[in-house]
């Protein structure tokens, strides 16, 4: 079965820069479209990023976009996030995700926790 | 792209039947057979329920049917069980991105 587990969560302050990392495990990873994906406290889903399976076509929400980077290791099984100019907006429990066809989220990982606060 | 809409609550008895709604536009939901529905107990992560508008993952009991009409796609829960209470989201391919409804929680009274 898929397992993705997410790490590099914390909390930084605003401006600041953090990367989050997710292993995947239980799928060949080199054909997996993989996502982020975001919920601040208290509130609703909200796609941050996705990518194909290597990262020749990748796509950001406005929220994120000139801020974040998707980027992978498929040797490594591995799945960034790398965050700038942190606001107190970005506040959230990011999801890694594996992808099905057209935005169709199959697994989830348990999320990790990113708080924006100075 | 704006969030589809969702009844923020919905509720029913054990046993009943209870339909959530998810609205978008003929960009998304009326464009594309790609709507699918998780469901998140708090604390947890979501989970797939249905995929492609009406089709359910190894697993997910028949009690979750799901269909579309026009700009609209419903989530049916039949036969409620204490279990199903939970916040159940949708989401929609927008033919470059997804988009998800805002989220309904439904209880179970």
């Known amino acids: 079965q898929v397992q993705l587990v997410e790490s590099g969560g914390g909390l930084v302050k605003p401006g600041g820069s953090l990367r989050l990392s997710c292993v995947a495990s239980?799928?060949?990873?080199?054909?997996?479209?993989m996502s982020w994906i975001r919920q601040a406290p208290g509130k609703g889903l909200e796609w941050v990023s996705y990518?194909?399976?290597?990262?020749?076509?990748?796509v950001y929400a406005d929220s994120g976009k000139g801020r974040f980077t998707i980027s992978r290791d498929n040797a490594k099984n591995l799945l960034f996030l790398q965050m700038a100019s942190l606001t107190v907006e970005d506040t959230a429990v990011y999801y890694c995700?594996?992808?099905?066809?057209?935005?169709?989220?199959?697994?989830w990982g348990q999320g990790t926790l990113v708080t924006v606060s100075s | 792209q704006s969030a589809l809409t969702q009844p923020p609550s919905a509720s029913g008895s054990p046993g009943q039947s209870v339909t959530i709604s998810c609205t978008g536009t003929?960009?998304?939901?009326?464009?594309?057979?790609?709507v699918s529905w998780y469901q998140q107990h708090p604390g947890k992560a979501p989970k797939l329920i249905i995929y492609?508008?009406?089709k359910r993952p190894s697993g997910v009991p028949d009690r979750f049917s799901g269909s579309k009409s026009g700009n609209t796609a419903s989530l049916t829960v039949s036969g409620l069980q204490a279990e199903d209470e939970a916040d159940y989201y949708c989401?929609?391919?927008?033919?470059?991105?997804?988009?998800f409804g805002g989220g309904t929680k439904l209880t179970v009274l």
């Open positions: 995700a594996r992808l099905g066809p057209e935005t169709c989220v199959y697994d």
């Open positions: 239980g799928v060949t990873f080199s054909d997996a479209w």
């Open positions: 990518t194909n399976p290597h990262t020749t076509h990748t």
């Open positions: 003929s960009s998304d939901v009326g464009a594309y057979n790609s």
């Open positions: 492609e508008v009406t």
């Open positions: 989401n929609s391919y927008t033919g470059s991105n997804g988009v």
